[in-house]
T-cell receptor, first 116, second 113 residues
Framework: NAGVTQTPKFQVLKTGQSMTLQCAQDMNHEYMSWYRQDPGMGLRLIHYSVGAGITDQGEVPNGYNVSRSTTEDFPLRLLSAAPSQTSVYFC???????????????FGEGSRLTVL | KQEVTQIPAALSVPEGENLVLNCSFTDSAIYNLQWFRQDPGKGLTSLLLIQSSQREQTSGRLNASLDKSSGRSTLYIAASQPGDSATYLCAGGSSGSARQLTFGSGTQLTVLP
């Protein structure tokens, strides 16, 4: 069982370039999310989705775009990369509990992005 | 907005010692609280999830407690081992925003042989 798979694991971009971080899960989870992890700041939520066709913003959505066309996939797009987006990005998924609350989160291994 | 704090940022203990990691949160209307482990260069692994109606959860040598009135959760690790060395993070979801978890910055634990 692969769980949550992220690609690529490492990426270097130049300022202004665009790219897509891929995330796929094979656990039939309705809820998927993207976080960024920066030193001393913990993980911050970028965007999340509660099902195919439904997305919403988290704490730090600016500069990022998402879509959810299938249950399995939740790509994160950087529209015009900036040095401030240098970070480690994590995708996570779960099956929502009562009232839509988040259950046990399953994380991918992360994608380390450097923007020059 | 939920804020989550973990102190200390780093902790070093000798092997075999029992230890407690602390997590504080500001919104007592917490829906649930999760504890995670992160190894260097890896993703997070969920250790324990405590619902707001529960006071504690146990898994093997790990025990997590939740006290909503004081805004605190603790992770107790019994008989620590070098393999327990990792960063431990807690995360809470408020009832007003149950679909969003707020993470603490983590405690980096080193268990010395």
């Amino acid at each position: 069982n692969a769980g949550v798979t992220q690609t690529p694991k490492f990426q270097v971009l130049k300022t202004g370039q665009s790219m897509t971080l891929q995330c796929a899960q094979d656990m039939n989870h309705e809820y998927m999310s993207w976080y960024r992890q920066d030193p001393g700041m913990g993980l911050r939520l970028i965007h999340y989705s509660v099902g195919a066709g439904i997305t919403d913003q988290g704490e730090v959505p600016n500069g990022y775009n998402v879509s959810r066309s299938t249950t399995e996939d939740f790509p994160l797009r950087l529209l015009s990369a900036a040095p401030s987006q240098t970070s480690v990005y994590f995708c996570a998924s779960t099956t929502p509990r009562l009232a839509g609350a988040i259950g046990e989160l399953f994380f991918g291994e992360g994608s380390r992005l450097t923007v020059l | 907005k939920q804020e989550v704090t973990q102190i200390p940022a780093a902790l070093s203990v000798p092997e075999g010692e029992n230890l407690v990691l602390n997590c504080s949160f500001t919104d007592s209307a917490i829906y649930n609280l999760q504890w995670f482990r992160q190894d260097p260069g890896k993703g997070l692994t969920s250790l324990l999830l405590i619902q707001s109606s529960q006071r504690e959860q146990t898994s093997g040598r790990l025990n997590a407690s939740l006290d909503k009135s004081s805004g605190r959760s603790t992770l107790y690790i019994a008989a620590s081992q070098p393999g327990d060395s990792a960063t431990y993070l807690c995360a809470g979801g408020s009832s007003g925003s149950a679909r969003q978890l707020t993470f603490g910055s983590g405690t980096q634990l080193t268990v010395l042989p």
